[in-house]
Structure formats: C-alpha cells, structure tokens
C-alpha cells in the first residue's frame, strides 16, 4: 500500500495543479470511451454481417446436399442391413468427396434414428461436441432444415474454430427409417476476417486517441501559457515588482485579455505608489505633530499639576476644574503616547528590549490591579502554578495585559474575569475571559481596529488604540493575539508568544495558534 501511495502522491498532486494535465487526462479518457463504443458497435456490425452472411450461404448449400441426398435414398435398391449400410457410407463419401471445388463442410449422418446405439458416419473425426444437443434433438424428432452456430473441434486436436451446424432429417423410403444428417461450415475465414477488422480498429483507436491527447496538449498549451505568464506576473506583483507587464502578441481574445491585464496592473501601480505616498505623509504627519506636541503638553502638564496640588484651597467650581484639567491631560499625554508608538510600528522602527519574561506571574500581578477592585470584578487564576517562561519585552508584555484587563473591566460588564495561562514545548497562551456583554458578528476582528469603538455612543475614557497597540506588540514577538466572542455571554482575548522570539522577518500569516483552551471560539 506505501509504495502505491508513493506512485500516486504526485501524480494526485499533478491533477490538483495543473489544469493542463486535467483537461488531457480528460480529454483522452472521454475520447477513449468514444472510440471504444463506436468501435465495440462496429466490430459488432461486422461481426453480426459476417456471421448472416456465412450462415444464409451454410443453409443453402446444406438444403442442396439433403436434396440429393434424399435422392440418394430414393433411388437406392438395397433393403437388407448390410447393404443398405454401404450404401448410405457411399453416400456420405459421395457428398464430401465428389461434390466438386474445395470442401468448406464436414458431413455427419446418424441413423436410423429410435434406436438407443445409433450409428453414426462423418467426413472427419469430428468430437461429439460439435453437435449442439438441442439441434440434435431437434432434427432427430422433427422434419425440416434447422441451423445452430457452435465450436468445431476434430479428435485429436485441443483447439476449436467457430462454425454454424445445418441438420434436416431424410428418409428411405424401401426401409421407413429415418437419418439425421448435419452439415458442418467452418467459420474460420470469417474469424480471421474479423480479427482483421479488430486488430484495424484497435490500432486505429489508439492512434485516435495519441492524436486526440496531441492535440488537445497542444490546444491547451496555447491557451494556458498566457494564463501562467499573468500568474508568475501576479506572483511578482505580490513580492513587490510592480513594473512587469505581459507580452502583447495579436489581436484574439488572449491579446486582448493581456492589454486588460497590463491596464489592470498599471492602474494598480498607480494606486498603490499613491497609497504609500499617503501613507507616508500620514504617518510623518502623525510623528511630528506627536513630537511637536510633547514640549507644550509637558509645560501645561507641570501647571496642571501644580493646580492640582492646590486644589483644596481652591472653591468648589476651581477645584472640579483642576481635577478635569489633569485627567483630561493625562488622557492627552496617553494618546500622544500611543500615537508616537504606533508611528514606530508604521516605519518599522520599533525594537524590544528582550529578557526572560514568566507570565504566570505577570498574570498574579495582573489581578491586583486597582482597576478590577474599583468595579468589583472577582479574578480567577487558572494554571499560573508553574513557571511560562518567554523571551519578550516586559514592558510590552505588561501593556498587552493591562490592556486586555482594563477593557474587560470597563466595558464587559462581567462580575468575573478569568486569567488562564498554558503552555506547551514551544509556545505559551494567555487568556483574558469575561462574562459579560461579549462580542458579535465581524466585532471579533475589527476591536483591533484603530479608534473603533463597539458603542460609539460610550462616554468612558479611553483613545480607541489601547488593542490595536496590543496587537502590534504581539506581533513584535512573533505572535498573535486573537479576540472571541458571543453576544451576551460573554468574550476571550488570548494572547499567544513563542517561548523564543523568532529571528529575521518570518511571515507567520495571523501568528501561531494559542495553546489554551478557547470558550467562544
């Protein structure tokens, strides 16, 4: 079964792959169905044509031996045993042998019939097989001339030729006794005949079909190789040479379909070098006006907090004034913060400071945080016992999870949120679970949208960037975080990190797969 497996492996993968293969495998296969019934129908044509034709010609001339055999019997004087005995082996010797031309028959005569030892005389050593019981039956009970096609086979030799048997019954009219005698015609020039038509029509077929797979090879090559030019194109657009373009050659439909594609791809350059150039200019524009921002926001900051410190000396009105100042810069201060972080993933340039990073114990300390206590939200600790060691960013790692913690906190509306680490060989999981509001249809992908917001309508703090953030720092390290949830019962971020940071510019697709359990997925 393995080295079969081994055989067939490619050739399936062949079949998955090339549409080439598919349409001449196809093409051949239907054509030797085709082939091989109209040549079956022929072959059986001819065949039935050969075998009337031989047999028709059988009967007449076995209508005229019983004729004169007939008269043989007429005319014959003998009464006693013996002679007339001579006279009917005279007979079959006269009908085999002086018939004139070349004797395409064999002659048997059984007789006289009612007797349980009939005697029997032939031309040749014919086996008894040769006569069909039912013909034999037949003539031996009824008048007439009855024909049955059947094997020839002399004594002595192991094969058999095809042939057609012609029994009629004749009498002698001295005696009363009644003979049975058959005519046996060989069909062997028919036979050879017919293997003559089927050998033509077998390598006939074949050279049809060779023909046939030819040109269908040749007729999907032409059609397929501007297909595989626009796909090994396309495939160097995806890496990043946009200036490829295909060979124009005619005016058919395939030419046609080239000018389109290269139209496509020159409007697609265009559209993409103008993408980049905005791209380019937002994320300038996003850094300096960051920068820019940060030297007068760190001297409003100092008043503010100078006003702040002061409060309680101030009225009522002046008090609430400072305390909104300070909060709402601070609120500030973390959107620039963000905004400049993001900037740096945008250029590429952001870096981790790597070192050995337990996230069991970032997750014990992550359920003290003051933000759960201030809602009343109960924390429940799942496999943080042992040790889940990852090469990372603490820093990062830290924000992911305070991160994940304070959304569940202030928009879940859970009672209880679940921090549950796993880990195998090389990768460990952190979940963040929560029973509350959850999260519904294209929500799971798009909370990790830049300042999208499941309730535009909420009026809590917060700049919209906190998981998109989060998300980038996962990616940094070579590994995904993944939201779930379903709406009203409740919603999961998991946060997955290989055990050591992979090295160079992997593409990892979405990021590996979390090891921990996932309720909602």
Known sequence: MRPLMRVLRPVALVWRRSIQARVVASTIVLSTLVIGATGWALLSDVADGLADSRR??????????????????????????????????QMVDSLTGSRGGQRGYELVLEGPLGGE??????????????????????????????????GLSVLGRSDSEPGVVVGSQIRSPRTGDAYAMFYLFSLHDQQDTLDLVRRAL????????????GVAWLVSRQVLNPVRLARRIAERYAAGSLEQRMLVSGEDDIARLSISFNQMAASLQSQIRRL??????????VSDVSHELRTPLTTVQMASSVLYDQRERFDAQTARSAELLKRELDRFEELLSNLLDLSRFDAGAAQLELDAVDLSEIAKQAAQESILGRHGIEVRLIGVDQPAVV?????????????????????????????????????????????????????NLRVFDRFWRADPARTQ??????????????????????AWG?????????????KIVPIGDEDTGRGPTPVVRTVYA
């Open 56 to 89: 028709e010609a059988a009967i007449a001339e076995a209508k005229s031996g019983f004729r004169f055999a007939q008269d043989q019997l007429d005319a014959s004087l003998a009464s006693e045993p013996a002679t007339q005995a001579q006279a009917l082996t």
């Open 117 to 150: 030892d009939v005697p029997v005389r032939s031309s040749a050593a014919i086996a008894p097989g040769s006569l069909p019981s039912d013909l034999r039956k037949t003539v031996s009970t009824r008048t007439g001339t009855y024909w049955s096609f059947s």
């Open 202 to 213: 077998l390598l006939g077929g074949l050279a049809m079909v060779l023909m046939v797979g």
């Open 276 to 285: 980049e150039n905005l791209s380019r200019l937002q994320q300038r524009f």
């Open 391 to 443: 090469e990372a960013d603490i820093r990062r790692i830290d924000r992911i999870v305070r991160n994940l913690l304070t959304n569940a906190a202030k928009y879940s509306g859970s009672p209880v949120v679940e921090i549950e680490v796993a880990q195998d060989d090389e990768l460990v999981s952190l979940a963040v679970r929560d029973f509350g509001v959850g999260l519904s249809g294209d929500e």
């Open 461 to 482: 703090g917060g700049t919209g960037l906190g998981l998109a953030i989060s998300r980038e720092d996962a990616a940094l390290h070579g590994g995904s975080l993944l």
């Open 486 to 498: 379903r709406k009203g019962e409740g919603s999961e971020f998991v946060l997955t990190l290989p």
